[in-house]
Nanobody, 124 residues
Framework: QVELVESGGGLVQAGGSLTLSCVTS????????MGWFHQAPGKERDLVAA????????YYSESVKGRFTISRDNDKDTVFLQMNNLNTEDTGVYSC?????????????????WGQGTQVTVSS
């Protein structure tokens, strides 16, 4: 059974930081490019960061570039999202997901397995 379990969300003031984790099981983690998606209230889910299987290539959306850092630990089957200098527009549910795309990026339809998500709320 495939499972992706996110953690690390919470309430933070604008300018603060959070680190999200996504622990996977039931898959060969190193076979997948991993992505983090953000869904703001009332909006569609968007890819904010992705990382290739061996961490050689990363992708960031323009809205988070320079503030967020994605990383992974293939020994622990875990992907991380370090989020710095958070602002109120970063509020929403963050979900990790897997894809067989070799190059990090893509859209929702390119991703196969998903976690339930973790809530991040940034207060002004």
């Amino acid at each position: 059974q495939v499972e992706l379990v996110e953690s690390g969300g919470g309430l933070v003031q604008a300018g603060g930081s959070l680190t999200l984790s996504c622990v996977t099981s039931g898959i060969t983690f190193s076979d997948y490019t991993m992505g983090w998606f953000h869904q703001a209230p009332g909006k569609e889910r968007d890819l904010v960061a992705a990382i290739s299987r061996r961490s050689t290539t990363t992708y960031y959306s323009e809205s988070v570039k320079g503030r967020f850092t994605i990383s992974r630990d293939n020994d622990k089957d875990t992907v991380f999202l370090q989020m710095n200098n958070l602002n109120t527009e970063d509020t929403g549910v963050y979900s990790c997901a897997t894809t067989f795309l070799l190059r990090p990026g893509g859209k929702v339809a390119d991703y196969d397995y998903w976690g339930q998500g973790t809530q991040v709320t940034v207060s002004s």
